[in-house]
């Protein structure tokens, strides 16, 4: 009988594989506990950016798998007010502005299932006093739920504030998705996503506040826009009464491979840095670039505040069909 866990090790971390039904999955809980690989297992297909050395995932973290984000986005020289306090995020981003929050990168542990179902919870804790929570200005603990249901990967994730203060609360992925075949040939995605408003970014890849009918993402919106052609480092808020799902259609082989975040998750992030780049990131946040500095509505942002003991709970699932 096929093992649907098990231990191994990767560029000297341990490496856990999850095997399902269509998919296998990988994780590495001493960094970052994110998935690192994802298999549709009939076909072959990597459906993650996977990296070939520790090295190259280190240099460039947020391009391979799936990295957790704990506050997701970019925030302006890391400063804001929230709830009446002011804080001062470490500038991470070039020594400007901070990036992506405080969990990224760091050792998580991994459970797996004790009935044997393929699924694992990972787990990360900043209790007081530590360097994630000085940081943060908070303790809090974060667990993600990762099941294989058939085709697809549930990702149900949960943040709780065990400190004695309100805490600023967002959550993301940065899900960065291969576009090579398994031998090496370019797949001609089209891409859909629901309908929705854009953010006007300004030159500093902040938003500026103001939405817009959609401009950069206009093609999405029938489905015909060739992701080859996608290059992007954009902002776009789904409307409130659209389902939440993007989904990148193959018509040789027909499979599509989709995406759908529940709310709070109402925002999604495009990046592809260059024409040629062989990934695109397709970013679920329930909390965009620079969220507590914008004027508009925290229903927009996302920027709010988690009160003491208290929890909140992220959904997200991703997976692969073939055929029509």
Same mark, same amino acid.
């Given at each position: 009988?096929?093992?649907?866990?098990?231990?191994?090790?990767?560029?000297g971390l341990e490496r856990w594989r999850l095997t399902g039904e269509e998919l296998e999955a990988e994780f590495l809980p001493g960094y970052g506990g994110q998935v690192i690989s994802l298999k549709h297992r009939?076909?072959?297909?990597?459906?993650?950016?996977?990296?070939?050395?520790?090295?190259?995932?280190?240099?460039?973290?947020?391009?391979?798998?799936?990295?957790?984000?704990?506050?997701?986005?970019?925030?302006?020289?890391? =400063?804001?007010?929230?709830?009446?306090?002011?804080?001062?995020?470490?500038?991470?981003?070039? @020594?400007?502005?901070?990036?992506? @929050?405080?969990?990224?990168?760091?050792?998580?542990?991994?459970?797996?299932?004790?009935?044997?179902?393929?699924?694992?919870?990972?787990?990360?804790?900043?209790?007081?006093?530590?360097?994630?929570?000085?940081?943060?200005?908070?303790?809090?603990?974060?667990?993600?739920?990762?099941?294989?249901?058939?085709?697809?990967?549930?990702?149900?994730?949960?943040?709780?504030?065990?400190?004695?203060?309100?805490?600023?609360?967002?959550?993301?992925?940065?899900?960065?998705?291969?576009?090579?075949?398994?031998?090496?040939?370019?797949?001609?995605?089209?891409?859909?996503?629901?309908?929705? =408003?854009?953010?006007?970014?300004?030159?500093?890849?902040?938003?500026?506040?103001?939405?817009?009918?959609?401009?950069?993402?206009?093609?999405?919106?029938?489905?015909?826009?060739?992701?080859?052609?996608?290059?992007?480092?954009?902002?776009?808020?789904?409307?409130?009464?659209?389902?939440?799902?993007?989904?990148?259609?193959?018509?040789?082989?027909?499979?599509?491979?989709?995406?759908?975040?529940?709310?709070?998750?109402?925002?999604?992030?495009?990046?592809?840095?260059?024409?040629?780049?062989?990934?695109?990131?397709?970013?679920?946040?329930?909390?965009?670039?620079?969220?507590?500095?914008?004027?508009?509505?925290? =229903?927009?942002?996302?920027?709010?505040?988690?009160?003491?003991?208290?929890?909140?709970?992220?959904?997200?699932?991703?997976?692969?069909?073939?055929?029509?």
């Amino acid at each position: 009988m096929m093992s649907v866990w098990e231990r191994g090790t990767w560029e000297g971390l341990e490496r856990w594989r999850l095997t399902g039904e269509e998919l296998e999955a990988e994780f590495l809980p001493g960094y970052g506990g994110q998935v690192i690989s994802l298999k549709h297992r009939p076909t072959g297909l990597d459906l993650l950016r996977v990296p070939k050395t520790l090295e190259e995932l280190k240099a460039r973290p947020f391009i391979f798998g799936i990295p957790v984000l704990f506050l997701p986005g970019r925030l302006r020289r890391g =400063e804001f007010q929230l709830g009446g306090r002011s804080y001062q995020w470490p500038k991470n981003e070039r @020594g400007l502005n901070h990036l992506h @929050g405080f969990v990224w990168g760091r050792p998580w542990t991994l459970t797996p299932d004790p009935g044997g179902a393929p699924e694992v919870t990972a787990r990360f804790e900043a209790q007081e006093h530590s360097e994630e929570a000085k940081a943060f200005s908070h303790p809090f603990r974060v667990s993600i739920r990762y099941r294989l249901e058939g085709g697809s990967l549930q990702l149900d994730a949960r943040v709780e504030n065990s400190g004695s203060e309100p805490m600023p609360v967002g959550f993301g992925y940065h899900t960065t998705f291969n576009l090579l075949g398994t031998e090496g040939e370019r797949l001609q995605y089209t891409a859909t996503m629901p309908k929705g =408003e854009e953010w006007e970014m300004a030159d500093d890849l902040m938003p500026t506040g103001t939405l817009t009918a959609p401009r950069k993402f206009a093609h999405w919106m029938t489905g015909s826009e060739p992701i080859w052609d996608v290059v992007s480092d954009n902002l776009f808020l789904v409307d409130e009464d659209a389902t939440n799902e993007i989904r990148l259609h193959l018509d040789q082989p027909e499979m599509t491979l989709w995406m759908r975040a529940d709310p709070p998750f109402r925002n999604w992030v495009v990046y592809r840095p260059d024409p040629d780049a062989s990934f695109i990131s397709l970013e679920p946040v329930s909390w965009v670039h620079n969220a507590p500095n914008l004027p508009q509505p925290s =229903e927009r942002t996302g920027a709010r505040l988690l009160p003491p003991g208290q929890s909140a709970e992220f959904s997200y699932k991703i997976g692969l069909r073939i055929g029509s």
